[in-house]
């Protein structure tokens, strides 16, 4: 069985009360790259599913460039974890793709320089492909699933990964178009990158929650990341991830169809510490 596992953003963003209130208490796990971000558990059929949410639990309390995406992909994969959904928020740089829109992108440019975002050393190291750059099984799969959106379902698309925190200049957004962006977000691209040097699969979901500067002018002629008559939109993101996530848990038993393992050369063997428990009112982010 090739179990599945999740990583998404702020929980309290990305997630539903109601889906909330089904996940076990936060943990963090001791990786040899270091402590996970805070996970969950999600039963469901009978089966345990963890999702991992990168930046907290309540707000951002890890901004992207210092996410550990090592440790959060390396837990993955030790628990047993092959395929990874992944869940992100990200910035239109175009009026075609507007905000409330999913898309489900099939290749990205990765522009980011986060520090420590290979498994490999100067000792140890691979060529790997990178196309197709996610797993064309769970992308059809998450295609599905996510037709209940009908036209603010996208398929296909680049997303760029930029290094964060900060959001980009008009300047900087009008050359990611030139290069053939679409989407604009600060973390799914390192993931992916260590997901495929691990064997595992991986399927990111976009969720447009904004126009990148300079996208959206008002008649102004001022630039407006978010326009009036689209933020409630904007604050649907949550809803639908959340059935994004049970329409794919309901395919989950089926087999897989892809070869993303062909694309992967690097074996970890190295066993994980003891969970450590997260005390509820402490931060997510605490030693």
Not at 64 to 77: D, E, H, Q, W
Not at 112 to 122: E, G, I
Not at 273 to 284: F, Y
Request: proline fraction near 5%; glycine fraction near 8%.
């Amino acid at each position: 069985m090739h179990q599945l596992g999740f990583i998404g953003g702020v929980e309290k963003s990305i997630l539903t009360a109601e889906i909330r209130e089904k996940l076990s208490p936060a943990k963090r796990i001791k990786t040899p790259y270091g402590l996970t971000s805070p996970l969950k558990f999600l039963a469901h059929s009978g089966k345990k599913y963890v999702l991992i949410f990168r930046h907290g639990l309540e707000k951002i309390e890890i901004t992207a460039p210092f996410v550990n995406y090592r440790a959060n992909i390396y837990a993955l994969k030790k628990m047993g974890v092959s395929r990874i959904v992944s869940f992100n928020t990200v910035g239109s740089l175009t009026q075609e793709v507007r905000v409330g829109d999913l898309i489900l992108c099939d290749d990205f440019i990765d522009l980011a320089d986060h520090m420590r975002r290979t498994f490999f050393t100067a000792k140890k190291s691979r060529h790997i492909r990178m196309h197709p750059a996610f797993c064309p099984d769970l992308m059809s799969r998450l295609a599905k699933v996510s037709s209940f959106l009908g036209k603010r379902l996208k398929r296909g698309g680049v997303y760029v990964c930029v290094n964060g925190p900060r959001l980009e200049t008009a300047a900087e957004i009008r050359y990611l178009r030139i290069i053939g962006g679409d989407v604009v977000g600060m973390t799914m691209a390192t993931e992916a990158n260590l997901a495929r040097e691990l064997d595992m699969c991986y399927a990111p979901v976009c969720y447009s929650i904004d126009y990148a500067e300079g996208v959206y002018k008002a008649p102004d002629g001022s630039n407006v990341l978010v326009p009036e008559d689209e933020k409630q939109l904007k604050n649907e993101v949550s809803t639908v991830f959340s059935k994004v996530l049970e329409g794919i848990l309901e395919s989950s038993d089926a087999p897989k169809a892809c070869g993303c393992e062909l694309y992967g050369y690097l074996t970890i063997e190295p066993k994980l510490k003891p969970v450590v428990k997260m005390a509820r009112n402490k931060s997510a982010v605490g030693k």
